[in-house]
C-alpha cells in the first residue's frame, strides 16, 4: 500500500495521521499515514529510506522544513518563496517534488471554509518569521487592497516586502506606526500567543465588519482573539481551519482528489474540547 508519513521532532503531538485518515476514509483512497520522530541530524537519511520503500509522499514539521527545502529535486514556485517545504512529493521519475501548502491552506479556509473575502481588502499581518514567510504568495495571489507587515523587529518585515514587493502591494512598519491606521482583516503570525502574549496594538485598528486570523490554534480562544473580541471584530477565528487546509492541500498533491474539510475540522475541535 502507498505509504505517506509526517516527520517532525517532536511528533507525538501531530494531529496530521488523523487528519489524513480522515481524507482517506472520505475520499475511499487505500493509503498508510504515520508519524515519524527523526533525529535533528538524520532527516535526508531518513527521508531517503522513506522514499526508496513504499514511501510516496511526506509532511514536514518543525524542525525540517528547511532540510526539505534542500532535499527536494524540484520546488515549486510558492515553496520557492517560502523558502520552506511541508510537503514532499514522489514523482512518476522517481524524483521527490517539494511543495508548501501552508499558505494556500490559509487562504482556502479564510476565503472558502469561513467565506471571508481577502480580494480589494486592507490586510494587517502580526509577524515576519517564518509561517508569515510561508503564507505571503498565497495572499497577495488573492489581490487584496494591500498588505502591511509590521514586527517587533523592523528589519525582518523590511526584508519580506523585498522579497514579495513584485507580487503586489506590500509595505513594512513596526508596532509603533499602527495607531490611526486601520484594517478589514488582521492576521496574526507571531509566536507570541505560543507564550499568551500579545504584541503592542493600539485601539480602533479595526474597521467596520473586520475579520481577525490566528495562524495558531488553541482550545479556547488565543489571547489575540480575546483581543479581537474586546476591539469589537465582527468576524474571527484561529488557526485550526489553517492546519486541515495545509493537509487538504497535501493530500490532493499526493492524490489527485481534494477533501472536504468542514467535517475534518468540526471532529478535531470537539477533541480540543
Ligand atoms: P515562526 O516560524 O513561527 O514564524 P519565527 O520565525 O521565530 O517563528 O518568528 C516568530 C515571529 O513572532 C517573529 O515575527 C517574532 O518577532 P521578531 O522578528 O521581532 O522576533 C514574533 N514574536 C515572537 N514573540 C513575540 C512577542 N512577544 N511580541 C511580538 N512579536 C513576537
Not at 504515520?34 to 538524520?42: G, H, P, R
Not at 505560543?194 to 504584541?199: F, N, Q, S, V, W
Request: net charge negative; glycine share 8%.
Amino acid at each position: 500500500m502507498d505509504q505517506y508519513a509526517v516527520f517532525g521532532n517532536p511528533i507525538a503531538h501531530s494531529k496530521s495521521p488523523q487528519i489524513h485518515s480522515l481524507f482517506a476514509e472520505q475520499t475511499a483512497q487505500q493509503l498508510e499515514y504515520n508519524k515519524q520522530l527523526v533525529e535533528t541530524d538524520q532527516f535526508a537519511a531518513a527521508a531517503n529510506a522513506f522514499f526508496q520503500g513504499n514511501g510516496r509522499g511526506l509532511n514536514i514539521t518543525v524542525p525540517f522544513k528547511l532540510d526539505a527545502f534542500e532535499y527536494a529535486d524540484k520546488l515549486t514556485e510558492r515553496a520557492q518563496r517560502a523558502g520552506a517545504v511541508n510537503t514532499l512529493a514522489k514523482q512518476d521519475d522517481g524524483s521527490v517534488l517539494g511543495d508548501n501548502t501552508d499558505g494556500q491552506g490559509m487562504v482556502s479556509d479564510i476565503t472558502d471554509n469561513l467565506g471571508w473575502s481577502i480580494a480589494d481588502k486592507r490586510i494587517l499581518i502580526l509577524g515576519a518569521g517564518g509561517a508569515v514567510r510561508g503564507v505571503l504568495q498565497p495572499l497577495l495571489a488573492q489581490q487584496p487592497c494591500e498588505v502591511v507587515i509590521a514586527n517587533r523587529t523592523l528589519a525582518k518585515a523590511i526584508q519580506l516586502v523585498r522579497e514579495f514587493k513584485d507580487l503586489g502591494k506590500i509595505k513594512a512598519c513596526s508596532f509603533d506606526d499602527l495607531p490611526g491606521l486601520q484594517f478589514d482583516l488582521v492576521i496574526n503570525g507571531t509566536s507570541a500567543s505560543l507564550a499568551g502574549d500579545l504584541p503592542p496594538l493600539p485601539d480602533y485598528l479595526l474597521s467596520d465588519n473586520a475579520s481577525c486570523y490566528d495562524m495558531m490554534y488553541a482550545a479556547d480562544p488565543t489571547v489575540f482573539l480575546q483581543w479581537a473580541m474586546d476591539q469589537g471584530a465582527a468576524h474571527s477565528a484561529d488557526g485550526l481551519g489553517m492546519l486541515v487546509g495545509q493537509a487538504a492541500e497535501s493530500f490532493a498533491l499526493w492524490r489527485g482528489v481534494k477533501p472536504a474539510v468542514a467535517p475534518v475540522i468540526t471532529e478535531l475541535r470537539k477533541q480540543l474540547g
